[in-house]
């Protein structure tokens, strides 16, 4: 199975941003944490990060075309402004896990309305960064 983990921007800045809402971890020590997952389930996993809407579209596009069977999407800002990114993921039909690491439904009014909820298969949102490996091994065990 291969698996894009696909993050939006400021995600790089993990661990220096913001700790009371996004912890101390960084995007680094997450995708070491999923490597080993997917490692372990012999898996192939793949990580991309961009503060680019444009390139976040086209990893999208990319993933189709080297088969990637599911992406696992924290599309960060991008939550509540991306038509684009909501159509690439339609266009592509790879199915897709969302992840936020905080509760977008309990911040400001602006972060609660999400692009991508009903398209998705879940939602993992304010499980902090276990969200990721919560949707990794759903991932995993939905596809056994």
Not at 9 to 27: A, F, H, I, K, Q
Not at 35 to 48: G, L, M, R
Not at 65 to 84: L, R
């Amino acid at each position: 199975m291969k698996i894009l983990v696909l993050n939006g921007p400021n995600l790089n800045l993990l661990g220096l941003r913001e700790e009371d809402v996004y912890g101390s971890e960084s995007l680094k020590d997450i995708e070491i944490k999923l490597q080993d997952i997917a490692d372990n389930s012999n898996c192939e996993i793949n990580f991309y990060q961009s503060n680019a809407e444009h390139e976040l579209i086209e990893a999208i596009h990319n993933a189709l075309n080297h088969h990637t069977d599911v992406i696992i999407f924290n599309p960060a800002g991008y939550t509540h402004t991306s038509v684009a990114l909501r159509d690439a993921l339609l266009a592509v039909k790879i199915p897709f896990y969302e992840v936020h690491i905080s509760d977008i439904k309990s911040r400001e009014e602006f972060r609660k309305k999400s692009y991508f909820s009903d398209i998705e298969e879940k939602v993992y949102s304010g499980r902090g960064t276990k969200g990721y490996e919560l949707a990794l091994n759903e991932v995993i065990n939905t596809n056994r």
